[in-house]
């Protein structure tokens, strides 16, 4: 070959390897890229899909002190960016209790409760429950009437579209007679709820149902996929003395662990904040781990309960803490 020829067939030749050369690294760049979006779409698939709603409780002092009207809760609750409701049934007891809460009376909570949420746009979740009679009592006449006095409520969580009532495992101290007595409260309770498609969830909220070891063996036992938890990052007291002296506690983080196999919704319970925004009694990036790797990923509610903060300051703080860590 001649020298001529030899040069052009020497440029053309590196030219080709130049162009291989570039395409090669643009189809390795591109599979880089790829395989990062991947990476980022699995990485982003295992993060749980949290919502914050608003516990009415966080609102009593306002609603019981300061006369503001529990119907109110959707607007105020709207303002302060949730996007879901926990009712407080007690909040309403003083309207109810006049017409010993007769359908008429239930039916005028509903349908007001519901205007309000549909017109600020928010999700009914649950109602709270108390002073409605004891689940866990050992005396199975009162247990059955308290069992008689939540279907009202039942009925009125199903006309509100929400997906639970709360209810508490009040009656005993003493471990066996509280575990057959919650049992049997639930049992009877979670089957008449079964058709309506409400859950019945127990909170830990004092006594023996603050044992997340016992309350997890309710659970188990009672065995009905309408049944289930209220996990409460605070209220993990067994036995108080004088208010607010805790006597007994159970280990919040075990506590935690034990029952979040069964939760249905989770209470971040909040009172007081450090100087970077922190809850000082319960570590909130802890616990949501926990609440993460039971593998939850509904709404989680905001339930401030504190005194050096406002209740709107509290219910704000509490908020801020909860979207921080979950960023």
Not at 197 to 222: P, Q, Y
Not at 296 to 302: D, E, N, P, T
Request: with cysteine; proline share 2%; charged share 30%.
């Amino acid at each position: 070959m001649k020298r001529r020829n030899l040069k052009h067939f020497s440029i053309k030749f590196v030219i080709v390897l130049l162009l291989m050369g570039n395409f090669a690294c643009k189809q390795n760049k591109k599979q880089e890229e790829e395989a990062s979006e991947t990476v980022e779409e699995v990485e982003m698939s295992t993060e749980p899909n949290f919502k914050i709603s608003l516990a009415q409780w966080s609102m009593h002092k306002m609603i019981r002190e300061d006369g503001v009207d529990p119907y109110t809760f959707a607007e105020k609750s709207k303002a302060w960016g949730f996007e879901g409701l926990e009712y407080v049934s007690g909040l309403y007891y003083p309207e109810l209790e006049k017409d010993n809460f007769s359908e008429a009376a239930m039916k005028n909570f509903v349908d007001k409760s519901l205007a309000e949420s549909k017109k600020h746009g928010l999700e009914n979740l649950i109602i709270m429950i108390d002073g409605q009679g004891d689940l866990a009592t050992p005396d199975e006449a009162e247990r059955n009437a308290a069992v008689e006095n939540h279907h009202k409520w039942v009925d009125a969580a199903a006309a509100l579209g929400c997906h639970s009532i709360r209810v508490n495992l009040s009656g005993t101290q003493d471990p066996d007679e509280w575990t057959a007595a919650s049992v049997d409260g639930l049992t009877k309770l979670s089957t008449y709820a079964k058709d309506k498609n409400i859950n019945i969830l127990v909170e830990n909220h004092g006594g023996l149902s603050s044992n997340g070891a016992m309350m997890a063996n309710v659970f188990k036992t009672v065995n009905m996929d309408n049944c289930g938890t209220l996990p409460d990052f605070g209220n993990f007291c067994i036995t108080w003395g004088e208010w607010p002296e805790c006597l007994e506690w159970y280990d919040r983080y075990k506590g935690m662990e034990e029952i979040m196999p069964y939760a249905k919704a989770v209470s971040a319970k909040s009172h007081d904040f450090d100087e970077n925004g922190n809850e000082i009694h319960s570590d909130y990036a802890r616990m949501l781990k926990i609440v993460k790797d039971a593998g939850y990923s509904g709404y989680i509610g905001v339930e401030y309960e504190g005194s050096e903060l406002s209740e709107e300051d509290g219910i704000i703080a509490t908020r801020d803490l909860l979207r921080k860590l979950m960023k």
